[in-house]
T-cell receptor, first 115, second 108 residues
Framework: DTEVTQTPKHLVMGMTNKKSLKCEQH?????MYWYKQKAKKPPELMFV???????INESVPSRFSPECPNSSLLNLHLHALQPEDSALYLC??????????????FGPGTRLTVL | GIQVEQSPPDLILQEGANSTLRCNFS?????LQWFHQNPWGQLINLFY???GTKQNGRLSATTVATERYSLLYISSSQTTDSGVYFC??????????FGAGTTVTVRA
């Protein structure tokens, strides 16, 4: 099973709302990632978790708050977002963070609209 | 991180045609992946190919690591092949660097 799942598929929120995106994988992967993708652009890395610890924060604004409750789950908590944060949010996982043959597998994404 | 360039940026094909997409990268890599992003946004793994040649059905890929490029071949294209094809690579750090993508449109 090489599946990464994400919920919800679509999310519309106001600038004062608090919402969360969820990601799950059951491949035993120990590295998990959040990416943001704007229309007609490649994915941009936001956060990386390795062995459930935050390893990388690519200078993401604090209105995005990641959380890794266990080795299979990754959340992205959203608060006080701006309309320019509207994008496709992709979760990915891989066996480990660095070194060796390592394929990243992506979930289907959450399409977020901030009004 | 690694710089990745993809060409062409756009490709329009008639159903049944063959095509070649190219990915150039700026440094030696230990990870190179090709993805297909379908119109619904799903990024589908096509190949993990830091070197050598692989085939999967109508798709094949070749990476010449010493010359820092990779090619993706699509044969007998179908309308379901439409979408954006991304090449992504990584050297010794954590970051998978994506190219800008090639948008493929296959017409019936």
């Amino acid at each position: 099973d090489t599946e990464v799942t994400q919920t919800p598929k679509h999310l519309v929120m106001g600038m004062t709302n608090k919402k969360s995106l969820k990601c799950e994988q059951h491949m035993g992967h120990r590295a998990m990632y959040w990416y943001k993708q704007k229309a007609k652009k490649p994915p941009e890395l936001m956060f990386v978790y390795s062995y459930e610890k935050l390893s990388i924060n690519e200078s993401v604004p604090s209105r995005f708050s990641p959380e890794c409750p266990n080795s299979s789950l990754l959340n992205l908590h959203l608060h006080a977002l701006q309309p320019e944060d509207s994008a496709l949010y992709l979760c990915a996982s891989s066996q480990k963070l660095v070194g060796g043959a390592d394929t990243q597998y992506f979930g289907p994404g959450t399409r977020l609209t901030v009004l | 991180g690694i710089q990745v360039e993809q060409s062409p940026p756009d490709l329009i094909l008639q159903e049944g045609a063959n095509s070649t997409l190219r990915c150039n990268f700026s440094d030696s890599v230990n990870n190179l992946q090709w993805f297909h992003q379908n119109p619904w946004g799903q990024l589908i793994n096509l190949f993990y190919i830091p070197s050598g040649t692989k085939q999967n059905g109508r798709l094949s890929a070749t990476t010449v690591a010493t010359e820092r490029y990779s090619l993706l071949y699509i044969s007998s294209s179908q309308t379901t092949d439409s979408g954006v094809y991304f090449c992504a690579s990584r050297s010794n750090d954590y970051k998978l660097s994506f190219g800008a993508g090639t948008t493929v449109t296959v017409r019936a």
